[in-house]
């Protein structure tokens, strides 16, 4: 079961309905609630003044501060305010407030995937078919980047059935660490990346959309073929998996292969 961090804005709390942001991918609660609890340490580090008072220090943090949540599939079990007293009045080492690197790390390293989509046996203009593929980004030796994108992606296109006169489109993207890890702890949590193979489960229904994932982590690769997996799991995989798997993909790039499907449909029926 994955976990999510939802960490508040004290100071646009009351008049900005964008003042939570939603941190996924967290594989165990104990991760979740570190994370949180550094994030908040750094937020109270920050207001932090010298003769400062514990009350003073305090109410800045209630108009200025962060706090977080972490959410699970049991609601919420930790709020990271709960230890403010402590906080304050023991101050922190910027290790223990460092909540990017350990957000960072628990991506693996050479996490990378492969994912094959088919819409299923409908007739055009219904029909289409696309391939996205993730490796791990590689930033250039020169580059000053805070904190870089994780993955370097391309998605390939074909608007209707693949064939000789049917054309491929190309475009590339990058994606950072929440996305990756959004997908990966699904995956995991799905059950996709446990020890053993998928059973065969017979064939998807005629004109069922069709997926094909190759996943790499930690040094091992995955094959997961959604009519190769048993009924609950292949809904898993198309309504929980595949959506998380789109959203890596920019938005302005699907608007695009989506106007050029369009565009490549109405030619065809003026034909």
């Known amino acids: 079961m ?33 994370y949180a609890r550094r994030r908040v340490r750094r937020s109270v580090e920050e207001l932090r003044k010298p003769g400062q008072t514990a009350e003073e220090l305090r109410n800045l943090w209630y108009t200025f501060g962060e706090d977080c949540r972490v959410v699970g599939p049991e609601g919420v079990i930790y709020r990271a305010s709960v230890e403010l007293d402590d906080f304050i009045r023991h101050p922190a080492t910027p290790e223990a407030c460092d909540y990017l690197a350990l957000y960072e790390s628990l991506l693996p390293e050479d996490f990378a995937l492969t994912c094959e989509w088919a819409a299923g046996a409908m007739p055009p203009p219904h029909h289409y078919e696309y391939r996205i593929a993730l ?28 064939g000789a006169d049917v054309p491929v489109w190309q475009e590339t993207f990058f994606v950072g660490t929440p996305a990756s890890l959004r997908v990966y702890a699904l995956l995991a949590e799905g059950g996709f990346l446990a020890e053993g193979t998928h059973p065969e489960a017979g064939a998807t229904p005629v004109g069922g959309e069709t997926v094909s994932l190759d996943v790499t982590a930690q040094g091992r690769t995955w094959h997961i073929r959604s009519t190769h997996l048993p009924p609950e799991q292949r809904a898993f995989l198309l309504e929980v998996v595949m959506p998380a798997v789109r959203q890596m993909v920019p ?11 369009r565009a490549y449909h109405e030619g065809r029926e003026a034909e």
């Open 2 to 34: 994955a976990y999510t961090v939802i960490a508040c804005d004290m100071f646009h709390f009351a008049d900005d309905p964008d003042h939570e942001i939603e941190i996924p991918g967290f594989l165990t609660k104990e991760a979740a609630i570190e």
């Open 135 to 162: 490796h791990p980004y590689e930033p250039p030796p020169d580059t000053d980047e805070a904190l870089p994108p994780r993955l370097h992606g391309e998605i390939t296109f074909w608007p209707d059935y693949p």
């Open 251 to 261: 938005t302005a790039v699907w608007e695009r292969l989506e106007a050029r499907r």
